[in-house]
């Protein structure tokens, strides 16, 4: 349910797997996504430099944080919605995460994608 294929928002801390951008440092380097272009596209400022790029989704990867860190729901049925880490288990590559807010607010999801989650600003 409201899988889409594009996942981006701003306010999400995303990291740059572009091998072209790997010249340049910013392979692997992390940024937040201040600006969504047509869906697909960030406007990412790096963290460490501050300088800004614009990279498609496909070169990006979300971020997890600590346990106990706050998410955005980036993908899936409760798109869109805050939530807290619980927990990961790594064999599956999921994780664990208690929905904050909303109309789901205090809702724990046992089992949600890696790829479905991103950790906020």
Avoid at 46 to 67: A, N
Avoid at 72 to 97: P, Q
Wanted: one cysteine or more; a positive charge; charged letters at 30%.
């Amino acid at each position: 349910m409201n899988r889409k294929d594009y996942w981006l928002f701003e306010g999400i801390i995303v990291k740059v797997m572009s091998k072209a951008l790997a010249e340049k440092g910013y392979y692997k380097q992390k940024g937040v996504v201040k600006k969504v272009i047509d869906k697909y596209v960030g406007e990412i400022e790096m963290l460490d430099s501050k300088h800004v790029l614009r990279v498609d989704q496909v070169e990006l990867e979300t971020v997890l944080p600590q346990i106990g860190g706050i998410v955005k729901i980036v993908n899936g049925a409760y798109r869109g919605s805050n939530a807290k880490l619980l927990g990961v288990d790594t064999e599956k590559f999921c994780a664990k995460v208690q929905i904050e807010k909303g109309v789901y607010d205090g809702r724990v999801i046992k089992s949600i994608e890696y790829e479905d989650i991103c950790k906020l600003a």
